[in-house]
């Protein structure tokens, strides 16, 4: 999660903890030693290499398949909290995306599902929203409590401004309509 001071911009970035990137860098050594070792015992020969070119290109599949997409796919998956919204992107050849208006956010929670998710500070921040749609969660957050604090202010500022700006338009209808009979009492004079 990083945060940056309000400048009209981005509020908050939330995504995923590092720690989804363990397995990608295990499946990394795990095929690179597994390629290696079968292409040194593949049999091969003079002009007949087709064995380890085959191990290779496995290989080379796999890690795309284990390694390369789920670290591109942390890359492009973010929620950014910018304009008095929840944007929520993801997807890494196609993209989806959603905006939620912060005014709109009816409760924010988070669980940690086991003892080491606590011990990381990591968890899942979940935001209901008031019009009964799906809430948003957002899974393997680090420094969840942090982030549902952060947010929560965020979605108090909105609320706020939505409220004030509600009871400066009605205060304008009202000196408008005011203003429209008392020119009406007049006769219509200017």
């Known amino acids: 999660m990083a945060a940056r001071e309000h400048t009209g911009e981005v509020d908050l ?16 050594f795990a095929v690179a030693g597994v390629a290696g070792f079968l292409a040194s015992i593949a ?6 290499n087709w064995a380890r070119v085959a191990v290779f290109v ?6 795309a398949h284990w390694t390369v ?9 973010r929620h950014i909290v910018a304009g008095g919204r ?14 939620i208006a912060l ?7 988070f669980s940690q599902d086991s003892l080491l998710e606590r011990a990381l500070g990591i968890g899942t921040l979940v935001v209901q929203l008031d019009d009964g749609r799906e809430p948003v969660e ?8 942090d982030a549902q604090a952060r947010l929560l202010r965020l979605v108090d500022l909105a609320r ?12 304008h209808a009202d000196r408008d309509g005011a203003a429209r009979t008392a020119q009406d009492a007049d006769g219509g004079a200017g």
């Open 13 to 28: 970035v939330f995504r995923e903890h590092w720690r989804v990137l363990v397995r990608p860098v295990v499946m990394l």
């Open 43 to 48: 049999p091969g020969g003079s002009g007949s």
């Open 58 to 63: 496995v290989a080379a599949a796999a890690v």
């Open 69 to 77: 997409v789920p670290w591109l796919r942390w890359l492009t998956d």
């Open 86 to 99: 929840l944007v929520v992107r993801s997807g890494l050849w196609t993209q989806e995306g959603r905006a």
């Open 103 to 109: 005014a709109r956010v009816e409760d924010v929670t």
């Open 138 to 145: 957002i899974v393997g957050l680090p420094r969840v409590t």
């Open 160 to 171: 706020d401004a939505a409220y004030y700006a509600d009871r400066d338009a009605a205060y």
